[in-house]
């Protein structure tokens, strides 16, 4: 069964630093997602993509986030200047038009 | 913005037995899910209601969208040790392959 793949698993950074997030969605879905979870909090949506460009973005997606497309298959999330509170889990997910959402298995990020 | 009320935070139940978990928000939704996650990994779909009123299973999982349209029940009947996890529910929004909210999760404990 496909499913959405996402690396690294794991990703140690200083504060300051820029991280990129990367995920490969499921192949013929074409709108894809970013959430993230801080540790014993709930998932929460940060951005949408549909047709190479954000649908719906929350306040937590704010200049230091970015998402891109660079090519058909990968889908990336890029924190510029990482602060201590990006710490999280990333979660990216793909969903066909119409359709449920489904979930990779996250990159933990930790943020010193 | 939306909100989704999950109580309580945790249950503890022994292995056999059924276990009732309700999921209720202010707002309408149009589309209502049940997510597992496990400790480090990216939630799973269980079951996606579609319509008010609508009553879906699957094995020995069911789950209910309220006529409302502000709450949804997941029941997990004859509870295995591998039910262990954190299950939320979800709700989306009118719109074609609008964000995800998310509740803050029910953790489930199953004794053998």
């Known amino acids: 069964e496909p499913e959405v793949t996402q690396t690294p698993s794991h990703q140690v950074t200083q504060m300051g630093q820029e991280v990129i997030l990367r995920c490969v969605p499921i192949s013929n879905h074409l709108y894809f997602y970013w959430y993230r979870q801080i540790l014993g909090q709930k998932v929460e949506f940060l951005v949408s993509f549909y047709n190479n460009e954000i649908s719906e973005k929350s306040e937590i997606f704010d200049d230091q986030f970015s998402v891109e497309r660079p090519d058909g298959s990968n889908f990336t999330l890029k924190i510029r200047s990482t602060k201590l509170e990006d710490s999280a889990m990333y979660f990216c997910?793909?969903?066909?038009?119409?359709?449920?959402?489904?979930f990779g298995p996250g990159t933990r990020l930790l943020v010193l | 913005g939306q909100q989704l009320n999950q109580s309580p935070q945790s249950m503890f139940i022994q292995e056999g037995e059924d276990v009732s978990m309700n999921c209720t928000s202010s707002?309408?939704?149009?589309?209502w899910l049940w997510y597992k996650q496990d400790p480090g990994e990216g939630p799973v779909l269980l079951i996606a209601?579609?319509?008010?009123?609508e009553l879906t299973s699957n094995g020995r999982l069911t789950a209910q969208f309220g006529i409302t349209r502000k709450d949804s029940f997941l029941n997990i009947s004859a509870s295995i040790p591998s039910d262990v996890g954190i299950y939320f529910c979800a709700g989306q929004l009118p719109g074609a392959n609008s964000k995800l909210t998310f509740g803050k999760g029910i953790t489930l404990s199953v004794r053998p």
């Open positions: 997910a793909s969903a066909q038009a119409g359709r449920t959402q489904y």
């Open positions: 707002s309408i939704f149009n589309t």
């Open positions: 209601l579609y319509k008010a009123g």
